[in-house]
């Protein structure tokens, strides 16, 4: 038996191999297909990338025609070059290089030799393509924007890279990719699917018909539309209050998470991002070191999220039971917590509990409330253990899961933060009490103080922040339709609610009101630091703004920030009333507020300490002030606040 094993499996083996490449060398065709074969051309049918919508059916993004030069190296024969390249307006040495290029990827491959061109040019060498064997022109589409907001929503379209071909072999040299935003999370959607034409050949390369009388060609697909959760109209508006400010406005519907509106200030027309000036004009968006407007604050900015952490404060010390609505805090303008150490409050003093506490923003009395908290454990580490997690239900210091391509985890300090903060030292409640207020280790970006207002104007729960809100012919993902439950009892929050509403009431945006609808909000103040020349300087206050309305039956929760503000009522309050205002009601009555923002330039407090680095002197502008909305951006995440006051 032993003998007759061994033969029996190496005439089998060698069997099937020989049937094998039978079959791929006589049968099978494809294999041909995919080789670089000289008797097959292969013509790409590139389909038009899906238009996107938004949530009211608006169109945004729509599709313009693009003629692209393509060249397969091995057939540029006997061409005028000097001809050739007048025509096009390009140097013989970019000709060359170029050529180069091609060939590296591949003598006999089609490559992209200059993309993009207008149609006078198009037409130009269409007539004279003939002289000009090895090139063809390839028809593509690129976007055409129907609103000159939301750029960073959107994204744009640039050209795959080699690194991009080698990881997905979808795409072939010239071929278009989304970058950021919506472009980039649903490209596979949007882009469609290419159509091939296998072309036959004969030995003088001249097209003969198609290969296989078509047999291996497919029809391009069409990219399916998108409709955003996004209001363009409000959309509009916030990029219209943010001109000439920093910052960031996020507003979220609360019973679905879906994005009203994503600001970032400042902005740019996404359309000087298409054409052939697309590649110059991105150079500098991404160069600018001052401005930084490709910076989206929205969702990377990290700050302190000052006063309305103290929501969350007063919530967790009530489902602690640290806390109750009859606790009184005296309030001395401040809050005596160690020797020598004297936290301000801007409060009205006296005797404090927690409805006051909440609409006059008393430091005394969160910061005792957090204290309590974590002194009920025995232990501060066990403490601020409890506490994080509770805060973490709320989609805290994790990425949030949304669908865009970019996003921070703000941070949520624990216990082990502070151990290697403060490395056998035994610290306290007392130690890390600015937490309390939303300063110390905490951070949060704008949308994730969005979120937690959507979450208390639910009275605890939320949905993960979308900007999908329908794909043609499929559904949505699971994950944005699921509901996240927190820790915290629906009793707490009807109590946090009722000293929400009297912010605008009693306290400290009364003067923000806007007849006729219930906003509840939280003002808050961040004091901003900064090195400059190695030391640390301090600079104007962040305005910080957090809100929903109406009370109840929420449409609408909103997070503004503005950076070197002041006060949150200064600034970030306006904009979030008008913000509400607008989306409610579609109009504006408080024009006061309005005509206020509006004309309120900050461009002159960031300016203060911007440096030529050629002669050390003060300059006024940024290098892409061309190219940008009348407005300025900067990174945050480098500023450190220390206080806070609502």
């Not at 029996?8 to 039978?22: K, S």
């Not at 039971?321 to 006296?350: E, K, Q, W």
């Not at 030292?425 to 951070?443: D, P, Y």
């Amino acid at each position: 038996m032993r003998k007759v094993l061994l033969p029996t499996i190496i005439f089998v083996a060698t069997a099937l191999l020989v049937l094998r490449l039978f079959y791929l060398q006589v049968i099978d065709d494809t294999l041909k297909l995919k080789s670089d074969n000289n008797a097959i051309k292969i013509k790409y049918e590139y389909p038009e990338r899906g238009y996107i919508y938004d949530r009211n059916g608006k169109l945004l993004v729509a599709n313009q025609p693009s003629y692209d030069i393509m060249v397969i190296p091995k057939d540029v024969k006997d061409i005028d070059t000097m001809e050739f390249c007048q025509l096009l307006n390009i140097t013989k040495e970019d000709f060359l290089k170029k050529i180069a290029k091609a060939k590296v990827y591949s003598p006999r491959l089609p490559s992209l030799f200059l993309a993009q061109l207008n149609k006078k040019e198009y037409a130009a060498f269409q007539e004279v393509q003939r002289n000009f064997s090895g090139f063809y022109i390839q028809k593509r589409s690129l976007r055409d924007y129907q609103v000159s907001v939301g750029a960073n929503i959107f994204g744009f379209i640039t050209q795959v890279n080699e690194s991009i071909i080698e990881k997905n072999k979808y795409y072939k040299s010239g071929d278009l990719i989304g970058k950021q935003g919506v472009e980039e999370s649903y490209e596979e959607i949007l882009r469609g699917i290419k159509g091939v034409k296998y072309i036959q050949r004969d030995k003088y390369n001249r097209e003969i018909g198609s290969y296989k009388e078509g047999r291996f060609d497919t029809i391009a697909e069409q990219g399916k539309d998108i409709n955003l959760t996004i209001d363009a109209v409000l959309q509009q508006y916030g990029e219209q209050l943010m001109v000439n400010k920093r910052g960031g406005i996020v507003a979220i519907e609360p019973k679905t998470g879906e994005i009203l509106a994503l600001v970032t200030a400042p902005s740019y027309d996404p359309a000087i991002l298409v054409g052939r000036q697309r590649s110059k004009n991105y150079t500098m968006l991404y160069h600018d070191s001052i401005a930084k407007p490709l910076y989206d604050r929205g969702l990377l900015a990290q700050y302190p999220p000052g006063s309305p952490f103290k929501i969350l404060t007063g919530l967790v010390a009530l489902q602690e039971g640290a806390i109750d609505l009859n606790t009184s805090v005296v309030c001395n303008h401040g809050f005596s917590f160690a020797p020598g150490r004297f936290m301000r409050c801007h409060c009205h003093g006296g005797v404090v509990q927690l409805h006051r506490g909440i609409y006059e923003s008393c430091n005394t009395f969160f910061s005792t409330s957090y204290m309590r908290t974590l002194d009920k454990f025995g232990n501060a580490s066990v403490g601020v253990d409890v506490w994080s997690k509770h805060l973490k239900t709320f989609g805290l210091g994790e990425f949030m899961g949304y669908d865009l391509p970019t996003g921070r985890r703000g941070n949520i300090p624990n216990s082990k933060t502070y151990k290697k903060i403060y490395p056998g030292w035994r610290w306290s409640s007392k130690t890390i009490v600015s937490n309390a207020i939303g300063q110390g280790e905490v951070l949060m970006t704008p949308i994730q103080l969005a979120n937690m207002m959507a979450t208390v104007a639910n009275r605890g729960y939320y949905y993960t922040p979308h900007i999908i809100k329908k794909i043609k012919g499929e559904i949505i993902d699971k994950k944005f339709r699921t509901k996240h439950v927190t820790t915290i009892n629906k009793e707490h929050f009807e109590t946090m609610v009722s000293g929400l509403f009297d912010v605008y009431n009693f306290g400290t945006a009364s003067g923000l009101k806007v007849e006729g609808i219930d906003i509840c909000g939280k003002t808050g103040t961040a004091e901003n630091f900064t090195i400059i020349d190695g030391k640390r300087v301090q600079l104007k206050d962040h305005s910080i703004f957090v809100a929903f309305a109406p009370k109840d039956n929420p449409k609408i929760a909103i997070a503004i920030l503005v950076e070197n503000g002041g006060y949150g009522a200064t600034i970030a309050g306006p904009i979030a009333s008008l913000m509400i205002e607008k989306y409610i009601r579609g109009k504006i009555t408080r024009k006061d507020l309005e005509t206020r923002i509006l004309a309120r330039d900050l461009r002159p407090e960031y300016n203060r300490f911007i440096k030529n680095p050629i002669n050390d002197t003060l300059i006024n502008v940024t290098k892409t002030n061309s190219l940008l909305k009348p407005a300025v951006k900067d990174s945050s995440n480098a500023n450190k606040s220390a206080t806070s006051q609502g």
